[in-house]
């Protein structure tokens, strides 16, 4: 169905590894159908194995006596990959396109909390540029105490919102069986660092008729990203969005370290979209807009921005969301770096 | 004075707050109906907030003008807590009690494979001194590519597994939906590290008739892992067993690193019983016996041990895998330690 | 001499302490000057302590019998905080203010080779609009195999090429004992992120007339940065630079991971100025322009790029080098993005 | 067929990479005398390199236009591996053979505060079954405005109660000037975490007569810390003893990340004696033992555990400290340890 890759593996044996034992290695990853290439060296030999990579995966090199490494030398995802698919992939979510020229600002508040705040929010949101609505109805709280979101009356309010601005609203979804009434209400699921790995979430939203905009782990290398996307992918659903939010690191005065790094990085790598969200990022509201605008001139295509209208009421992560009006200035400090570096907002 | 579970948070007020600020601030905080003491510095106030922890875990502190800094004093956890239950619990299953004097080695492979390869390592762990068997049917990889595991075939391999040694088994659930089904036919259900903070599974689970061990997420804190355990037990699942499989450092050369540091932490916070998986923590078979015996020697209530008769073959993780011989050699060993430390296996 | 600077330190008991131990608490820290502040809840007992912070922070509070955590709620450092000198510090080396609103950048090759190399590369680096010259004379390498610096005749070199162009010029200190022949050559001292918590070295260079541009530490927490440059001011003198120039995480796609998130905090918490280093920051050539476009875009005062006429040829960091042509169209588009953030180049 | 200490890259090519670069890559490194193997994929060329490990460590092979990565696969020491020396080998310091069969403890104060303090806490230390004492002359500090150590006075003090007790002494030294000073009192050099890479110090000391511990940095993998002792090495002083003593991650809880995971490793990588410093791996009093015993179980050479007869007076790391009971208490249970696998204190 899709293109062969070639996967390369180097082994290197033990400087103890006995003739017999060199000659089971070679022998194994022959039956395995794979073509081993042995360079001989004083200590150690290295032997190079290449094949069709769904092959040479699966196979536990490195549990055969002998064997002192195994080392990849080619990347473990296909379909997300700038080999599979040369240009950038634009996602369309109610005429709002995603990964083109256009950078595009997604705003509202952490938790849907009621009728009134969320229009109210979602009409500042507008009014100040931002082209998507997003909007926690299920939400997922490091504690059992603490409030955890209206479900689907927050659901119903996010279309209500949609109603009166016309903004596509994206939303977290936490659990499989809350797949379907999700599809009724929103334009875009969101999957939440803490899911980033839940793979029966994965494959669920893979068969989706939704986008899908995939937040990075907290804990999860670049590659764990891709490779998280790539079982979307290859459930069948192409509309995937990354979201770079912060990674966890010894650095405790901001919340999160968010790793502006992995935007060059995912850029050259995948041809999908990349989002940051600096508010989970930094973590503290003032100084959510240096990192915005540092994203946008780092390459993204895209920003996740909290507001509230009253951050100090907030139900969730009042600390960070940003007022209306300070919203309103960054969308315009935005559009300048934008075109700094030859984009528009 | 307090009621039970009193919690305290303190503000730091900006250099440059204003008299008005800070006397919104302690209105606000006297609003919610908490106790407010204020201690005024050279350059900065500092406002100590107490009050019931549910109230004020809700409200956003640091959203209000004028505050630079909120630092929580006490714990956010409780019916985990030893404050909440001085003694140690004992788990109770199928006759293997953990938690107690007596240190358990759990055992199995990392996926069922089929029925010979399960019956046979069952048999080997119980022969070896093993008391638990683990094997995966559904199985959490990284890659959408790799063994996905046989499902509920595996779960009636496991079943068989049970009959023909006595030994109790314990398997991971991956989604809210197959809960009823793994019911059915495991002893134990285990929460993965990727799922560590999967919400949605873990009020499922805290809903379950069985125990749980809850892993610890790569990138979790020893609180996180409070926290996603006090999710359990705040649905009224008490039988939780708290394990340590290794955090994700800058640190290259082994897998993970197993952080044996959490285990006399956890041991004075919570009344839970702690287990060790030496296997996933450094993730290299031949050390696998030294980060055990370490472990023991530390304190752990017991181990999770990788076993299969045919690393080479096995369909995943065959790279960690102890082989039957060098587990029974392990058992010995930790033995011999866990007496030196006052305890018997 | 300077300003009594209020600390305060919260103290919580163990839920078993008895009254006598709290009694001993208090006594131990009225004994030690300082002032208590005892609020009682039903579990445990929360000690507030207030008082000068070269005090406060000298005392073993953690040791006291009956106390379960200590909580310091103010900064442990002084001079270099915005608290101490409320507008940003100008460094002037021979010419180039470094913190006004001009972005100065530095670059050069990261070893000086010879003659014809320096001279040639500094000639690029002042016609691409580079304002300060970058070059080791001696090397911190990992492996001691490998190329360490040509010592005092890179020194010599580097004179010779400001001769030849104007450029200030900065090189790195390794060993307090080589202090005094940098003097004579050179216009700013670098202490590398190697040497970040070398103290005796820290003081050494707090004795110089020579400004200094600070490294960050790879795994140096931004307080732990503050609290080295606090060091060097505290030896008299002021002429300090901070440099973000990447931290480690457990990514391994980039050498390491440039937080700039540690820009806006810094600029708030300190009058220093801020440079970024996105060359080893990244360390990957083709994503440096990214990463000081982010840099600027974040308000970092200026940049430390390196270049290299031969990276193929190039002693140490070839690898991540660019060529005179790549940083001629960085400092361009450096421009733009300082304009769009009201800076100049 | 390839010298001793062969090491090898494999370098992988741009899915776009032009045959005249592919050509061009070879070119270079048959030219720079090493050996390449080229296997060509489908979408990208493998090419291993092979060759004597000082060459190769050289070149910038990641800057040959066409190249996308590079690997390397074998190890960048040599002389502190065990393919150099395949025993262990044993550092006899005053009588005091580490690396043998014995277990060593190692303990005293984190600073030498004053005569009596000092000859007071040797003979408790003594008495208890340690064998080495400690305590800091010059002391690394984060702070500028803490206790900074009494210097030469120290180091006489040190060497006084080596001669009330006959236990050898071992002290850190900070600064290269340092050395001859120290050289004349102490038996042993310490080189601490915050110097593991200040490379200046490394060289002075590998020419110093007296044998070195050397702690591995708070954020070096175990490879850093294995080339740090190859500096060492390199200089021709071949007494180094490595000390694990807790890296920096992203936990609170505990002050460092004790990584004991490193031990089995190193034992595995070099012939040099390994110890562990559970008292500021953890830095939690009530938890050094436990990590002490688990250090023994997991196959330390030796601990370093710090004892005051006074921490809540200490100068500096008093929250710590064992009482000199406690650490009696300890050294019993780390006997009983010790012998359960098959060795002695």
Same mark, same amino acid.
């Given at each position: ?25 070679? #022998? ?25 990579? #769904? ?11 002998? *064997? ?56 500042? *949101? ?26 689907? #009356?927050?659901? $119903? ?36 660092a ?22 990075r782990g907290m804990s999860a290398t670049i ?21 770079e939010r912060g990674i966890r690191t010894f650095e405790t005065y901001t919340r999160n370290t968010l790793d502006l790094n992995a ?17 989970h990022g930094i973590g ?22 909290? *507001? ?20 309103? #200035?960054?969308? $315009? ?13």
């Amino acid at each position: 169905m899709f293109p062969l890759f070639l996967t390369a593996m180097i082994i290197v044996t033990k400087p103890n590894a006995t003739e017999d034992q060199i000659e089971h290695i070679v #022998d194994r990853i022959k039956e395995w159908g794979l073509h081993a290439e042995v360079s001989r060296g004083a200590l150690r030999v290295v032997i190079g194995v290449v094949g069709p990579e #769904d092959t040479i995966r699966e196979k536990p090199l490195a549990a055969i006596p002998g *064997v002192e490494s195994v080392t990849p030398v080619l990347k473990p995802y296909k379909l997300v990959a700038h080999e599979f698919r040369q240009t950038a992939s634009l996602i369309d979510i109610g005429g709002v396109v995603f990964g083109g020229p256009q950078v595009v600002v997604i705003s509202g508040p952490c938790s849907v909390e009621g009728r009134e705040q969320i229009i109210s929010i979602a009409k500042d *949101v507008k009014k100040a540029g931002g082209r998507m609505l997003r909007g926690g109805a299920f939400k997922p709280r490091t504690s059992p105490y603490t409030f955890q979101g209206l479900g689907v #009356d927050g659901l $119903k309010l996010l279309a209500e919102a949609r109603e009166a601005t016309g903004l596509p609203v994206i939303t977290e979804i936490m659990d499989t069986k809350d797949l379907e009434v999700i599809e009724q209400y929103a334009d875009c699921l969101q999957v939440g660092a803490r899911n980033m790995q839940n793979f029966a979430l994965l494959k669920e939203v893979g068969r989706s008729k939704l986008p899908v905009m995939l937040k990075r782990g907290m804990s999860a290398t670049i590659k764990d990203l891709l490779m998280s996307a790539e079982y979307i992918l290859s459930e069948g659903n192409f509309n995937v969005m990354l979201c770079e939010r912060g990674i966890r690191t010894f650095e405790t005065y901001t919340r999160n370290t968010l790793d502006l790094n992995a935007i060059p990085v995912l850029k050259r790598e995948t041809h999908l979209p990349v989002i940051v969200d600096p508010t989970h990022g930094i973590g503290i509201r003032e100084h959510v807009p240096a990192m915005a605008l540092a994203a946008i001139a780092a390459g993204a295509d895209g920003l996740m921005v909290e *507001v509230h209208n009253s951050p100090e009421l907030a139900k969730s992560d009042g600390d960070q969301a940003l007022l209306p009006d300070e919203f309103e #200035d960054l969308v $315009k400090r935005v559009r300048a770096v934008a075109e700094a570096v030859g984009r528009s907002v």
